[in-house]
């Protein structure tokens, strides 16, 4: 392809998806000037092919639409797109997507299909996990066991991280917060409370 070609159909993709140059410069871990330079002033020429990969693996298109080749692209090098949530102690908004890289999402996860990102809004669990803070849940069928641990639990009209405890009485829960400003819930039975998956991982700002 042309490289007008190839702007005109990246220019359309970032539009299609709600991105900006600058979110799409961070996707790839470059400066938020990157794409804008590569759109606006041909600079550089063409993207590099690691680009390229993340790109299409991210619009879900073919690595050949960005100008790729499609013989280059190793399944290894191909990063996983994962869903971005954001919930509040309220309504839940909508969803966008995160490009991980593969190889270090096998080493938090055995199930890598079944992990999403959350980003976390509240100060519930403050300070374990803070506003802003992001972390990663393996999703959870009704019937799989907890554990003591971290979990996102669905309510009735919101999802909510809490630490789920195992209470002596058996089959009976405690759904507690790391904040003395909000409430606890205690002696619970499983049917109780839904869970929509454990936490595994933790990104936290630093200030």
């Given at each position: 392809?042309?490289?007008?070609?190839?702007?005109n159909r990246?220019?359309?993709?970032i539009?299609?998806?709600?991105?900006?140059y600058?979110?799409?410069?961070r996707?790839l871990?470059?400066?938020?000037?990157?794409i804008?330079?590569?759109?606006?002033?041909?600079?550089p020429a063409?993207?590099?092919?690691a680009?390229v990969v993340?790109?299409?693996?991210?619009?879900?298109?073919?690595?050949?639409?960005?100008?790729?080749?499609e013989?280059?692209?190793?399944?290894?090098s191909t990063?996983?797109?994962l869903?971005?949530?954001?919930f509040t102690?309220?309504?839940g908004k909508p969803q966008?997507?995160?490009?991980v890289?593969?190889?270090?999402?096998?080493?938090?996860?055995s199930?890598?299909a079944?992990?999403e990102?959350?980003?976390?809004?509240?100060h519930?669990?403050s300070?374990?996990?803070?506003?802003?803070?992001?972390?990663?849940?393996?999703l959870l069928?009704?019937r799989?066991?907890?554990?003591d641990?971290?979990?996102?639990?669905?309510?009735?009209?919101?999802?909510?991280?809490r630490?789920?405890a195992?209470?002596?009485?058996?089959g009976?829960?405690?759904?507690?917060t790391d904040?003395?400003?909000?409430?606890?819930?205690?002696?619970?039975p499983?049917?109780?409370?839904?869970?929509v998956g454990?936490?595994i991982?933790?990104?936290?700002?630093v200030p």
């Amino acid at each position: 392809m042309k490289n007008g070609e190839i702007r005109n159909r990246l220019e359309l993709l970032i539009q299609e998806h709600g991105e900006t140059y600058a979110s799409v410069s961070r996707l790839l871990g470059r400066n938020s000037s990157y794409i804008q330079q590569f759109m606006k002033r041909g600079s550089p020429a063409r993207l590099d092919q690691a680009d390229v990969v993340r790109l299409a693996a991210f619009f879900d298109v073919a690595v050949r639409e960005l100008g790729g080749k499609e013989g280059n692209s190793k399944k290894a090098s191909t990063p996983v797109v994962l869903p971005v949530s954001m919930f509040t102690d309220g309504a839940g908004k909508p969803q966008r997507r995160r490009l991980v890289d593969r190889n270090w999402l096998a080493q938090i996860s055995s199930e890598p299909a079944g992990v999403e990102v959350v980003v976390v809004e509240g100060h519930a669990m403050s300070p374990t996990v803070s506003e802003g803070d992001e972390v990663y849940i393996q999703l959870l069928g009704r019937r799989e066991a907890l554990h003591d641990g971290l979990y996102v639990i669905r309510g009735a009209h919101e999802h909510l991280i809490r630490r789920v405890a195992l209470e002596p009485r058996k089959g009976r829960y405690s759904i507690l917060t790391d904040s003395p400003d909000f409430p606890n819930w205690t002696n619970l039975p499983r049917r109780g409370f839904e869970v929509v998956g454990r936490v595994i991982w933790i990104g936290k700002h630093v200030p």
